[in-house]
């Protein structure tokens, strides 16, 4: 994000001259970008004439002021690098750069730790490894399969593709990244030293739960105050879906402005250690939410094969104006589906957050996986969603076998294409939804 | 089989064109079972426009259309008429391509369309109109009329950034439009944006529009419904001249009395199937049919045993 | 008074530059393009970024890889964006356009994480972006690098006068492009598949080949905004083609008027006005000491931005979806 930011961002206001310089900073093992201090860099002018010289401070940065917009070059020294800190492609040693008008010229040198491989490895197929990618797959899956089944019964019942659903994961998770942490004086700071959750942390388990009424309550207020009122105002059906688009920019960037840009772990359970069950390996945390997932989702098939409320949200998803006239109150069953919505994104978000790391971003990665999954289940469907979030998760696990680690995500999406081509109406949809 | 009998008499219909009342106090005794066997479904004609064989589309497992052999006569104008959820817009969606059959066939002209895509099948001259009127509400009237012409030369991508090309041509196409507006009442609207139009007048509009490709058959979903009386009767004077100018015309009509007023032949749906059909006078006169029509189901206890 | 101690000279000369320069022409541009899918053919493209991106990497990549010269590599760009629309569109203009909106706005962030990937690092320079292609256009560039245009306070190095002249230039010859396809019969079925793609069908138009070509078209349009852009900037950085940015073009598009030849004009201008003008207010008073530092740095107000865009886009949506100037009457946008 950091190149966005200084890509996009408007000429620093109040400077009068350039300066040409670089920034250096590496990744170290807990996925932090930390300075690299005492790197010599020279700016030189293109026709080699020396502008400066020079040792990255601290913050590892270094730049020299330079005569006027303009073409500069940019050596590192490698030989001054720390050991075990090496460029990603040691040939690119001199950086090009513009400098424009009041505009600083920055070189960006691409650093990686010296045993680091710049590609995870992903040679050999072999029987644990795909029993190991399978359950991290199936992990995955659950995790989407939670989100995605709010996402596929708002669709069913009201038509509309909720853009701003992955930022309800990630409010499910920062909110218990807070609850966890801080209590809600890391939101409202005058409630410092108040009682917890208030005022300080509380365990994950706590965190979580409120998250998931967080996160329900979110959806209440979705409806209530968002969508309600626009299905009531006859707003069609694309401009809500633009609005839930402009929602989710907000809160994206409303999360990336008080999170911050870091990744970020859970203050407990970060750190366990693999257990050994027949060939594959699982941590605690990760199977305890995988069993839990399971419960929660026989949890909701059952709310949904069994009991009033269930049956009348499937009469919705399945015609609307037939389930109005004999009697539903569709209003009530949609207000029930975004709760649910709601306070399973934000469980789903706990979960996701548990098995990787939290970032401001991640919700809107899973929303597209989660989009994936529902195409290929079957759009408005409950069981199809899952089913195809299960498939997705597996699916991007296993191709890691084939594929590098970091286009696995990508697979899934081609995966979308394609399915779309093939079959339009997902596994469990059916045809008639299509002309 | 009676089928030639009601051929020629189909053609003295033609020639005729009288009106009459149907007849509500008529019983169905063993004489008019006998009726219906003969007039049940697969009458052939004389030179079928349509002809539909063993169509089946089902939903989930509701079977919404399954006929089994249905001709439609040239240059007459046939109802179809059936009670809500008979298959009868089913039917006009598979006919033009909006749906596909899951079996079954359509010959047009005596060829099989069934693997043309709705866009072709309408420039072969199957053209239909919409149960709830597609008027195209942000381009004006004249537009919607223009955009029903066939083989317009500025169509096509490049062409269009040429105007030379196709400008004398849509000269042609703006004059006949205007013309047909002129019949029907909508010229001094031409300019206006469609979405400024009443319900009735887009009807008109989009019958209108139908009829700037010179179609060979027209297929109109309820051309009546939500048209107020004074515009009904002008909207079906124009209907009663399309077969003179060569046109076939198939309508879904629920207004008996349209119905009974304009239309050659009567084909009669329920629960998919075409259970009676035949000409306007004797299918009014048929009980069960009304019965069937209205819902009271009384009439046609299993339609499989009377079939022939 | 610490407002005054902000230099609002400085800001209004920052707020000209952007609403006229090569922000406002490249946005306008995208824009044009988003108003060929969704203004004028209905379709909902929640991925133009992904065609900004294609546009200015297959312009990029024919120089650093292929050598080409600036026509071909134009040339090369606008076919990254016909392929691109190609791929997005066969499969999914047959759908609901639910379909499309959700396929575009994957594969636009498909594309950026392929361009920033280790994988395809050695030919797109990953995250860290394209560089060193400029040469062969800079030397088309009639105007003196090292001196300034403009008018009065607002001036602009040769250079980027150069990307400038060229986006405004495109722009203006893609309206009138989109003018006469507007006004053909080639428009009336585009705009006749936005108002009911079954009343087309049943009239006999192929409403997926239109649609098709729509997308393209408004897809290589994209493209050329990308283009502008690698020219103005000189570098090709897979993260200024973040999904949001798609959503600034709507922005754009919605403040000038769905389905006007315009709008993306004029909404862009505003847009970069509007934007530039708040964020250097917010800047300077951050500097000024106004904003405390504990609430907010100036880095942050960046992403104040974008906050902002998203809040206006749901706001315009809702309650003046025919634009800022436009009246309910011309809406093409049916919002009810």
Redesign the interface.
Same mark, same amino acid.
């Given at each position: 994000m950091a190149g966005v930011m200084l890509l996009m961002a408007a000429p620093a206001i109040g400077q009068s001259s350039e300066t040409v310089g670089t920034r250096l900073r590496h990744q170290n093992e807990d996925g932090e970008r930390v300075p690299v201090e005492g790197v010599v860099i020279s700016v030189t002018t293109t026709d080699g004439s020396e502008v400066g010289e020079g040792a990255t401070d601290s913050e590892g940065v270094f730049s020299v002021p330079v005569s006027g917009p303009g073409v500069y070059l940019v050596t590192i020294d490698v030989n001054t690098l720390p050991a075990g800190i090496r460029l990603r492609e040691p040939d690119r040693t001199t950086v090009e750069v513009e400098v424009l008008e009041s505009r600083d010229g920055r070189a960006i040198f691409s650093l990686i730790s010296g045993d680091a491989e710049p590609m995870e490895e992903s040679g050999g197929v072999s029987v644990r490894r795909v029993a190991q990618l399978t359950t991290e797959g199936v992990k995955l899956g659950l995790f989407l399969g939670m989100a995605a089944i709010g996402l596929s019964l708002v669709f069913g019942t009201t038509g509309l593709v909720n853009f701003a659903h992955g930022e309800m994961v990630t409010w499910g998770m920062l909110s218990a990244y807070f609850f966890n942490y801080f209590g809600l004086a890391g939101v409202f700071g005058f409630m410092a030293g108040w009682w917890p959750p208030l005022g300080e942390g509380v365990n994950l388990i706590f965190a979580a739960i409120l998250a998931v009424i967080v996160g329900g309550a979110t959806g209440y207020l979705m409806d209530r105050w968002v969508l309600r009122p626009l299905r009531t105002r006859g707003v069609s059906l694309i401009a809500q879906m633009v609005v839930t688009i402009g929602l989710s920019i907000l809160a994206r960037y409303m999360f990336l402005f008080v999170f911050g840009g870091n990744l970020r772990f859970f203050r407990d359970y970060s750190a366990q250690s693999a257990l050994q069950i027949w060939i594959i390996e699982i941590t605690p945390k990760d199977l305890i939410t995988v069993i839990l997932s399971v419960l929660i989702l026989i949890g909701v098939g059952f709310f949904l094969q069994r009991t009033q409320t269930g049956k009348a949200m499937r009469a919705v998803a399945d015609n609307r104006d037939l389930a109005e006239s004999s009697g539903i109150n569709v209003q009530r069953v949609i207000r029930i589906v975004w709760i649910g919505a709601g306070a399973l994104a934000g469980l789903g978000g706990v979960f996701i957050g548990l098995a990787e790391q939290l970032s401001w971003l991640i919700g809107f990665r899973m929303l597209l996986l989660i989009f994936a999954g529902v195409v290929l289940g079957g759009l408005g469907t409950a069981y199809g969603a899952l089913l195809g979030c299960l498939l997705v998760g597996i699916g991007i696990q296993l191709s890691t076998l084939f594929i590098p680690v970091e286009l696995k995500n990508i697979g899934a999406l081609v995966v979308l294409a394609l399915v779309l081509v093939v079959r339009p109406q997902g596994i469990l949809g059916r045809r008639e939804r299509f002309g | 089989m009676s089928g030639s009998n009601l051929a020629s008499r189909l053609w003295d219909r033609i020639r005729r064109r009288d009106d009459f009342e149907p007849d509500l106090g008529w019983v169905l005794d063993d004489s008019r079972r006998k009726w219906m066997a003969e007039h049940t479904s697969g009458v052939t004609k004389p030179d079928p426009a349509l002809v539909i064989k063993n169509l089946r589309r089902t939903f989930g497992g509701l079977t919404a259309v399954d006929v089994d052999h249905l001709e439609i006569q040239r240059g007459v104008i046939t109802a179809l008429i059936g009670p809500n959820g008979a298959g009868k817009t089913t039917l006009f969606n598979l006919l033009t391509g909006f749906d596909r059959p899951d079996s079954g066939s359509v010959l047009f002209d005596g060829r099989d369309i069934e693997r043309m895509r709705s866009h072709v099948r309408a420039r072969k001259g199957l053209v239909r109109t919409f149960q709830l009127t597609k008027a195209l509400t942000k381009l004006s009237v004249l537009e919607n009329m223009k955009l029903g012409a066939k083989g317009q030369v500025g169509e096509g991508f490049a062409r269009s950034l040429v105007p030379p090309l196709w400008r004398v041509q849509e000269r042609a196409i703006e004059k006949r439009a205007m013309e047909l507006l002129e019949r029907f009442s909508l010229a001094h609207m031409a300019s206006e944006y469609a979405g400024t139009l009443s319900g009735g007048q887009r009807k008109l509009l989009e019958m209108a529009r139908a009829l700037m490709s010179r179609p060979a058959v027209v297929m109109l979903d309820e051309p009546v419904a939500g048209v107020n009386p004074a515009l009904t009767q002008s909207l079906l004077e124009h209907v009663r001249e399309l077969p003179i100018e060569g046109m076939t015309v198939i309508f879904v009509e629920h207004d008996m009395d349209v119905v009974w007023d304009i239309s050659d032949w009567v084909v009669v749906m329920a629960e998919g199937r075409v259970i009676a059909e035949g000409l306007a006078e004797d299918i009014g006169k048929n009980r069960a049919v009304i019965d069937a029509y209205l819902g009271s189901g009384q009439g046609i206890e299993n339609p499989e045993e009377e079939a022939p | 008074m610490a407002l005054a101690a902000i230099?609002w000279g400085?800001?209004l000369i =920052?707020t000209v530059e952007?609403s006229l320069g090569l922000e406002a022409a490249v946005y306008a541009l995208a824009a044009v393009g988003l108003n060929v899918h969704f203004g004028y053919a209905g379709l909902?493209n &929640?991925g133009q970024v992904g065609f900004v991106a294609m546009g200015a990497y297959g312009m990029g990549l024919s120089v650093t890889l292929w050598s080409l010269n600036p026509f071909l590599a134009l040339l090369v760009g606008m076919g990254f964006a016909t392929v691109f629309a190609l791929?997005?569109g /066969?499969?999914?203009l047959?759908? %609901?356009? +639910?379909?499309l909106?959700?396929?575009t706005? *994957?594969?636009a962030?498909?594309v950026r994480?392929?361009a920033r990937? !280790? !994988?395809l690092?050695e030919i797109t320079r990953? @995250?860290?972006?394209l560089?060193?292609f400029?040469g062969p256009f800079r030397e088309l560039n009639p105007f003196d690098p090292g001196a300034?245009y403009g008018i009065g306070p607002v001036?602009?190095?040769g250079n980027?006068f150069f990307a400038i002249v060229v986006g405004w230039a495109v722009t203006a010859v893609a309206l009138v492009?989109i003018w006469?396809?507007m006004r053909?019969? #080639?428009? %009336?079925?585009v705009? $006749?598949i936005?108002? +009911?793609? +079954?009343?087309? %069908? @049943?009239?006999?138009?192929? @409403?997926y080949w239109y649609k098709l070509?729509a997308l393209i078209?408004g897809g290589v349009i994209g493209g050329l905004a990308g283009m502008v852009q690698a020219l103005g900037? *000189? !570098?090709i =950085?897979?993260?200024?083609f973040?999904? $949001?940015y798609t959503?600034f073009f #709507?922005t754009v598009l919605i403040l000038g008027g769905v389905?006007r030849i315009w709008s993306p004009v004029v909404g862009a201008m505003i847009f970069w006005a509007m934007l530039?003008f708040f964020?250097?207010t917010l !800047? *300077?008073m951050v500097?000024e000491g106004l904003i405390p530092t504990a609430l907010?740095d100036t880095? =942050?107000?960046?992403?104040?931005r &974008?906050?902002l /865009?998203?809040?206006?886009? $749901?706001?315009l949506?809702?309650f003046r979806?025919q634009g800022i100037f436009g009246s309910r009457e011309e809406m093409?946008?049916?919002?009810?």
């Amino acid at each position: 994000m950091a190149g966005v930011m200084l890509l996009m961002a408007a000429p620093a206001i109040g400077q009068s001259s350039e300066t040409v310089g670089t920034r250096l900073r590496h990744q170290n093992e807990d996925g932090e970008r930390v300075p690299v201090e005492g790197v010599v860099i020279s700016v030189t002018t293109t026709d080699g004439s020396e502008v400066g010289e020079g040792a990255t401070d601290s913050e590892g940065v270094f730049s020299v002021p330079v005569s006027g917009p303009g073409v500069y070059l940019v050596t590192i020294d490698v030989n001054t690098l720390p050991a075990g800190i090496r460029l990603r492609e040691p040939d690119r040693t001199t950086v090009e750069v513009e400098v424009l008008e009041s505009r600083d010229g920055r070189a960006i040198f691409s650093l990686i730790s010296g045993d680091a491989e710049p590609m995870e490895e992903s040679g050999g197929v072999s029987v644990r490894r795909v029993a190991q990618l399978t359950t991290e797959g199936v992990k995955l899956g659950l995790f989407l399969g939670m989100a995605a089944i709010g996402l596929s019964l708002v669709f069913g019942t009201t038509g509309l593709v909720n853009f701003a659903h992955g930022e309800m994961v990630t409010w499910g998770m920062l909110s218990a990244y807070f609850f966890n942490y801080f209590g809600l004086a890391g939101v409202f700071g005058f409630m410092a030293g108040w009682w917890p959750p208030l005022g300080e942390g509380v365990n994950l388990i706590f965190a979580a739960i409120l998250a998931v009424i967080v996160g329900g309550a979110t959806g209440y207020l979705m409806d209530r105050w968002v969508l309600r009122p626009l299905r009531t105002r006859g707003v069609s059906l694309i401009a809500q879906m633009v609005v839930t688009i402009g929602l989710s920019i907000l809160a994206r960037y409303m999360f990336l402005f008080v999170f911050g840009g870091n990744l970020r772990f859970f203050r407990d359970y970060s750190a366990q250690s693999a257990l050994q069950i027949w060939i594959i390996e699982i941590t605690p945390k990760d199977l305890i939410t995988v069993i839990l997932s399971v419960l929660i989702l026989i949890g909701v098939g059952f709310f949904l094969q069994r009991t009033q409320t269930g049956k009348a949200m499937r009469a919705v998803a399945d015609n609307r104006d037939l389930a109005e006239s004999s009697g539903i109150n569709v209003q009530r069953v949609i207000r029930i589906v975004w709760i649910g919505a709601g306070a399973l994104a934000g469980l789903g978000g706990v979960f996701i957050g548990l098995a990787e790391q939290l970032s401001w971003l991640i919700g809107f990665r899973m929303l597209l996986l989660i989009f994936a999954g529902v195409v290929l289940g079957g759009l408005g469907t409950a069981y199809g969603a899952l089913l195809g979030c299960l498939l997705v998760g597996i699916g991007i696990q296993l191709s890691t076998l084939f594929i590098p680690v970091e286009l696995k995500n990508i697979g899934a999406l081609v995966v979308l294409a394609l399915v779309l081509v093939v079959r339009p109406q997902g596994i469990l949809g059916r045809r008639e939804r299509f002309g | 089989m009676s089928g030639s009998n009601l051929a020629s008499r189909l053609w003295d219909r033609i020639r005729r064109r009288d009106d009459f009342e149907p007849d509500l106090g008529w019983v169905l005794d063993d004489s008019r079972r006998k009726w219906m066997a003969e007039h049940t479904s697969g009458v052939t004609k004389p030179d079928p426009a349509l002809v539909i064989k063993n169509l089946r589309r089902t939903f989930g497992g509701l079977t919404a259309v399954d006929v089994d052999h249905l001709e439609i006569q040239r240059g007459v104008i046939t109802a179809l008429i059936g009670p809500n959820g008979a298959g009868k817009t089913t039917l006009f969606n598979l006919l033009t391509g909006f749906d596909r059959p899951d079996s079954g066939s359509v010959l047009f002209d005596g060829r099989d369309i069934e693997r043309m895509r709705s866009h072709v099948r309408a420039r072969k001259g199957l053209v239909r109109t919409f149960q709830l009127t597609k008027a195209l509400t942000k381009l004006s009237v004249l537009e919607n009329m223009k955009l029903g012409a066939k083989g317009q030369v500025g169509e096509g991508f490049a062409r269009s950034l040429v105007p030379p090309l196709w400008r004398v041509q849509e000269r042609a196409i703006e004059k006949r439009a205007m013309e047909l507006l002129e019949r029907f009442s909508l010229a001094h609207m031409a300019s206006e944006y469609a979405g400024t139009l009443s319900g009735g007048q887009r009807k008109l509009l989009e019958m209108a529009r139908a009829l700037m490709s010179r179609p060979a058959v027209v297929m109109l979903d309820e051309p009546v419904a939500g048209v107020n009386p004074a515009l009904t009767q002008s909207l079906l004077e124009h209907v009663r001249e399309l077969p003179i100018e060569g046109m076939t015309v198939i309508f879904v009509e629920h207004d008996m009395d349209v119905v009974w007023d304009i239309s050659d032949w009567v084909v009669v749906m329920a629960e998919g199937r075409v259970i009676a059909e035949g000409l306007a006078e004797d299918i009014g006169k048929n009980r069960a049919v009304i019965d069937a029509y209205l819902g009271s189901g009384q009439g046609i206890e299993n339609p499989e045993e009377e079939a022939p | 008074m610490a407002l005054a101690a902000i230099d609002w000279g400085f800001i209004l000369i =920052q707020t000209v530059e952007t609403s006229l320069g090569l922000e406002a022409a490249v946005y306008a541009l995208a824009a044009v393009g988003l108003n060929v899918h969704f203004g004028y053919a209905g379709l909902l493209n &929640f991925g133009q970024v992904g065609f900004v991106a294609m546009g200015a990497y297959g312009m990029g990549l024919s120089v650093t890889l292929w050598s080409l010269n600036p026509f071909l590599a134009l040339l090369v760009g606008m076919g990254f964006a016909t392929v691109f629309a190609l791929i997005l569109g /066969v499969p999914t203009l047959r759908l %609901r356009g +639910d379909y499309l909106a959700i396929v575009t706005i *994957a594969a636009a962030e498909i594309v950026r994480l392929l361009a920033r990937s !280790t !994988t395809l690092g050695e030919i797109t320079r990953g @995250a860290e972006g394209l560089h060193g292609f400029i040469g062969p256009f800079r030397e088309l560039n009639p105007f003196d690098p090292g001196a300034e245009y403009g008018i009065g306070p607002v001036q602009f190095p040769g250079n980027q006068f150069f990307a400038i002249v060229v986006g405004w230039a495109v722009t203006a010859v893609a309206l009138v492009v989109i003018w006469q396809l507007m006004r053909s019969p #080639w428009g %009336r079925v585009v705009k $006749a598949i936005r108002e +009911d793609e +079954d009343a087309a %069908r @049943a009239l006999g138009k192929n @409403a997926y080949w239109y649609k098709l070509q729509a997308l393209i078209l408004g897809g290589v349009i994209g493209g050329l905004a990308g283009m502008v852009q690698a020219l103005g900037k *000189a !570098t090709i =950085q897979p993260d200024s083609f973040v999904p $949001a940015y798609t959503f600034f073009f #709507w922005t754009v598009l919605i403040l000038g008027g769905v389905g006007r030849i315009w709008s993306p004009v004029v909404g862009a201008m505003i847009f970069w006005a509007m934007l530039t003008f708040f964020q250097g207010t917010l !800047t *300077a008073m951050v500097n000024e000491g106004l904003i405390p530092t504990a609430l907010m740095d100036t880095s =942050q107000v960046s992403q104040i931005r &974008f906050m902002l /865009v998203g809040v206006g886009l $749901a706001l315009l949506m809702v309650f003046r979806p025919q634009g800022i100037f436009g009246s309910r009457e011309e809406m093409i946008l049916d919002v009810r």
